[in-house]
Every structure is written in structure tokens, then in C-alpha cells.
């Protein structure tokens, strides 16, 4: 069966932007598959806001999330698999989803735990932003 997160995220998106709010992604940076400017990573996380006024070219697709933004300026070209996601929010009130993990979270070469935990020697955990 296919993964639901894809299909939970087009709908958390459009629920935030239904109500007027802002939504944001909070990816792992080091999952296989995803393409974000490393300056911008902390933590081995990023928070992208995907607002229809931040981004263009948005795509929410079963296999990924596509887009260019500008971050310090200059124009990106972004890619995100669904299993980089680990949520999806509204910036002003953090409504939204945390998603847990799941066999085969770490994209094709399912690895992305084991290297951060090998890097870092600690497993991945997530925080609240506020």
C-alpha cells in the first residue's frame, strides 16, 4: 500500500491556506532525495514556508513537493520527498501534523537514520519552533 503522508500533506496544506494561515514543512535535511540550500539547514532540519506568496510553481505530488523560492535573494529550485517531511504547520498558531516514522522513511536507500545516528551518534529528534 502506497504511504499516506503525500496525501496528508496536500490536505493539511490546504486546510492552512483555506483559513488565511501560513504553512510551513519542516523537513530532514538529510534524507535522500531532497534538494534545499545546506546554509540554510540547522540541525540537519529546515523549515520551508510553502504560502502561495512565498513560492512558486508549487507541485504536491505522490512522489514529491517542487518549487523555487528565493532565499537572500537569489532563486532556488527545491525538492522534497514526502518521507523527508516531518510536518506540516501553521506558522501562527502551529496547527497542523507531525508525521511519525515509518518503515522506509529514509527514501530509496533507506539509510537516512542510521547516518545521522552514525554522524552524530545520537538518533534525530524534533523541537518545537515557535
Excluded at 496525501?7 to 493539511?12: C, V
Excluded at 523555487?68 to 514526502?82: D, K, L, N, T
Amino acid at each position: 500500500m502506497t504511504s499516506n503522508r503525500p496525501y496528508l500533506i496536500r490536505a493539511f496544506y490546504e486546510w492552512i491556506t483555506d483559513n488565511g494561515l501560513t504553512p510551513y514543512l519542516l523537513v530532514d535535511a538529510t534524507a535522500a532525495g531532497v534538494r534545499v540550500p545546506d546554509e540554510y539547514v540547522e540541525a540537519g532540519r529546515i523549515v520551508l514556508n510553502i504560502s502561495p506568496s512565498a513560492v512558486r510553481g508549487l507541485q504536491i505530488g505522490n512522489d514529491g513537493i517542487l518549487f523555487s523560492a528565493r532565499f537572500g535573494g537569489s532563486s532556488r529550485e527545491i525538492a522534497v520527498p514526502p518521507h523527508a517531511v516531518l510536518g506540516v504547520y501553521a506558522r501562527e498558531n502551529n496547527k497542523g501534523m507531525l508525521f511519525p516514522e515509518e518503515p522506509g522513511d529514509s527514501g530509496p536507500d533507506d539509510g537516512g537514520a542510521e547516518k545521522t545516528v552514525a554522524k552524530t551518534g545520537k538518533r534525530p529528534s524534533l523541537k518545537v519552533v515557535k
